[in-house]
């Protein structure tokens, strides 16, 4: 299976920026979709945006106009870009990349997650 790595949470103030990465672990024919879902504590995970292979990305509601996805195909890498950070923001966030390897296999792969807490 495709191993995607996640980076960029940590902590931050309310208001503040982070920006994730998330890259696959090798080189692939093609990927058609990339995104993050994130989960609280106590509550279901939810999508927080998505890519696909021709650009067009789409949000959750409660992120629209504050966070923004973008991708670098010839790097296999998602970007979440995330601005005006929010204390309900915090989450485990959660990459996902699915595609055909380069022997055009399918693949449907889920990062480990990385943790972004925004304080009050």
């Known amino acids: 299976q495709v191993q995607v790595v996640e980076s960029g949470g940590g902590l931050v103030q309310a208001g503040g920026s982070l920006r994730l990465s998330c890259a696959a672990s090798?080189?692939?024919?093609?990927?058609?979709?990339m995104g993050w879902d994130r989960q609280a504590p106590g509550k279901q995970r939810e999508l927080v945006a998505r890519i696909t292979s021709g650009g067009g990305a789409s949000y959750a509601d409660s992120v629209k106009g504050r966070f923004t996805i973008t991708r670098d195909n010839a790097k296999n890498t998602v970007y979440l870009q995330m601005d005006s950070l929010k204390p309900e923001d915090t989450a485990v966030y959660y990459c996902h990349v699915a595609g055909y390897t380069i022997v055009r296999t399918p693949f449907d792969s889920w990062g480990q997650g990385t943790q972004v807490t925004v304080s009050s």
């Open positions: 090798e080189s692939l024919y093609s990927i058609y979709v």
